[in-house]
T-cell receptor
Framework: DVKVTQSSRYLVKRTGEKVFLECVQD?????MFWYRQDPGLGLRLIYF???????EKGDIPEGYSVSREKKERFSLILESASTNQTSMYLC???????????FGDGTRLSIL | QQQVKQSPQSLIVQKGGISIINCAYE??????FPWYQQFPGKGPALLIA?????SEKKEGRFTISFNKSAKQFSLHIMDSQPGDSATYFC???????????FGTGTRLQVFP
């Protein structure tokens, strides 16, 4: 079974902090994704990476950056956390286009 | 153009009944339409998917109906069970792209 592991289930940070969310997948998938999930808005794509050191902006990249130094690990960085970034963050991976995305169980991030 | 509109936002069904969730899109370049199921505290998981060259796909109690001319697709859950209670997301992507566009989600509750 594909395993996508997000390092924290719950995280509480303060406004202005630099925040790192980590995601690791164990299936040698090329593509990895970061989404945020908010009630009534569904899942919105923040960034994705189709290979090591490659990244593309999604629909809501403002205030975020990403890092993919190794194939199995994809990090989401909040450069200076703000309260409007309080959300559920989901990481996903897949082999290639139009193949199923496999999701982690999410990190619920609260910015105070 | 890039949106996928999903309805209803929430749905309450009695055990044994049929649950129907609808999605509509505008972009005719979409060519892959998956449905994801998400249980509380878990990430979404692929439930069933369809491509526009067929009008219906069935897997067990779950059926996708696809109407290409109307640019609509729907998920039918036959003989709904309390274990089906979850949030369901429709999605769409353009061929050979890396992005999935998600609907806003439907929270389904099935009562005994």
């Amino acid at each position: 079974d594909v395993k996508v592991t997000q390092s924290s289930r719950y995280l509480v940070k303060r406004t202005g902090e630099k925040v790192f969310l980590e995601c690791v997948q164990d299936m040698d998938h090329e593509n990895m994704f970061w989404y945020r999930q908010d009630p009534g808005l569904g899942l919105r794509l923040i960034y994705f990476s189709y290979d090591v050191k490659m990244k593309e902006k999604g629909d809501i990249p403002e205030g975020y950056s990403v890092s993919r130094e190794k194939k199995e690990r994809f990090s989401l960085i909040l450069e200076s956390a703000s309260t409007n970034q309080t959300s559920m963050y989901l990481c996903a991976s897949r082999t290639w286009s139009n193949q199923p995305q496999h999701f982690g169980d999410g990190t619920r991030l609260s910015i105070l | 153009q890039q949106q996928v509109k999903q309805s209803p936002q929430s749905l309450i069904v009695q055990k044994g009944g049929i649950s129907i969730i609808n999605c509509a899109y505008e972009n005719t370049a979409f060519d892959y339409f998956p449905w994801y199921q998400q249980f509380p505290g878990k990430g979404p998981a692929l439930l069933i998917a369809i491509r526009p060259d067929v009008s219906e796909k069935k897997e067990g109690r779950f059926t996708i109906s696809f109407n290409k001319s109307a640019k609509q697709f729907s998920l039918h859950i036959m003989d709904s069970q309390p274990g089906d209670s979850a949030t369901y997301f429709c999605a769409a992507s353009i061929k050979n792209t890396d992005k999935l566009i998600f609907g806003t989600g439907t929270r389904l509750q099935v009562f005994p």
